[in-house]
């Protein structure tokens, strides 16, 4: 159309083409190492595997680092293989916050069931440099790919 609105582009902003730099993201699957804790500490998540177009996640930290300032779009899933306890996925920003707080969000999986499933969905303003990444607090997880995973993509400045 006449104002170059593009629609089912993810990742860009209305008016704005669909490029690489526009189309930042990343895709991770499958917990790294066993997900479990009886603590009440968190623990970071890495992954068995990551897609992304460009080099801003690292696995090593589990953190994604923004490279633009910006709002992103950032989701987490997993399944919950704990009968006893109630398991937590955290999606916090700069490592900061609990529950409560607007740089942590919590999807709790409720204790009584195998296999109960938990999500995630937040809009994060990031600044340059600043980073996103995915914890568990209590219980224990299911750690195969098709089980857990998280990913984020820019939205717009």
């Known amino acids: 159309n006449s104002t170059g609105a593009r629609s089912g582009v993810i990742g860009t902003t209305v008016g704005t083409p669909a490029s690489s730099e526009n189309a930042l ?7 790294h190492a066993d997900i479990g804790s009886a603590q009440s500490d968190y623990e970071l998540i890495t992954w068995q595997s990551v897609q992304q177009n460009a080099s801003d996640f690292n696995n090593a930290t589990g953190r994604y680092v ?3 300032a910006g709002k992103y779009f950032f989701y987490a899933h997993a399944v919950n293989n704990d009968i006893t306890s109630v398991v937590r996925l ?6 900061t916050g609990g529950s409560g707080s607007d740089t942590a969000v919590q999807a709790r999986l409720p204790a009584g069931t195998y296999y109960a499933i938990g999500s995630i969905q937040v809009i994060y303003q990031l600044d340059v440099g600043e980073y996103v990444s995915a914890w568990t607090e209590t219980g224990y997880m299911l750690d195969s790919e098709e089980y857990i995973g998280f990913g984020g993509y820019w939205v717009a400045t």
């Open 25 to 31: 993201y990343f895709d991770a699957k499958g917990a």
């Open 90 to 95: 955290y999606l916090r920003k700069n490592n």
């Open 66 to 68: 923004a490279p633009k």
